[in-house]
């Protein structure tokens, strides 16, 4: 099977065990920051993670990369159905990107500013990622497990 079938098998499917998210990660390649940069609408594999229901809550629509320097982790739907980087739920802050090693892998990485979270990046293919939260998720969530997501560019 190919990444883009599995990834659409396990982007549809009501329940996903995070091990067969992690065995496609295992198969793609990394990215680097200007491959990634735009803006870009998101969604999570539905593996039970605390934070697909925050993102729920918050009307999460995706990220936007359009300078390293100053990415926005959270472009969230306002009440009037404007898009608006929710920085409140961001730790007070955003992010900036950087090609960081990630189980042995650099690949691009969102830092959030306040947290001590990485998102880090690898392609399904050119307008498609797939995303982990990788840090110290406990106090945020509950749980220290690895958050998968995706991310397809928003055009």
């Given amino acids: 099977?190919?990444?883009?079938?599995?990834?659409?098998?396990?982007?549809?499917?009501?329940?996903?065990?995070?091990a067969e998210v992690e065995a496609l990660w295992g198969e793609l390649p990394t990215v680097e920051v200007a491959d990634i940069l735009g803006p870009w609408r998101g969604g999570d594999f539905a593996c039970g993670h605390p934070a697909s229901r925050?993102?729920?809550?918050?009307?999460?629509?995706?990220?936007?990369?359009?300078?390293?320097?100053?990415?926005?982790?959270?472009?969230c739907r306002g009440a009037d159905g404007a898009l608006q980087s929710n920085t409140d739920a961001a730790g007070g802050g955003e992010a900036s990107l950087w090609d960081v090693s990630f189980r042995g892998e650099v690949t691009a990485t969102m830092v959030y500013d306040r947290m001590p979270?990485?998102?880090?990046?690898?392609?399904?293919?050119?307008d498609t990622l797939?995303?982990?939260?990788?840090?110290?998720?406990?106090?945020y969530f509950g749980v220290p497990d690895l958050y998968w997501f995706w991310l397809e560019r928003d055009r």
């Fill in 130 to 139: 797939i995303g982990v939260m990788n840090g110290k998720l406990a106090p």
């Fill in 117 to 126: 979270v990485l998102d880090h990046f690898k392609s399904v293919d050119a």
């Fill in 54 to 75: 925050l993102l729920s809550k918050l009307a999460w629509h995706g990220k936007d990369f359009t300078d390293p320097m100053a990415a926005k982790p959270l472009i």
């Fill in 1 to 18: 099977m190919d990444a883009r079938t599995e990834f659409e098998r396990l982007r549809s499917a009501e329940t996903v065990d995070p």
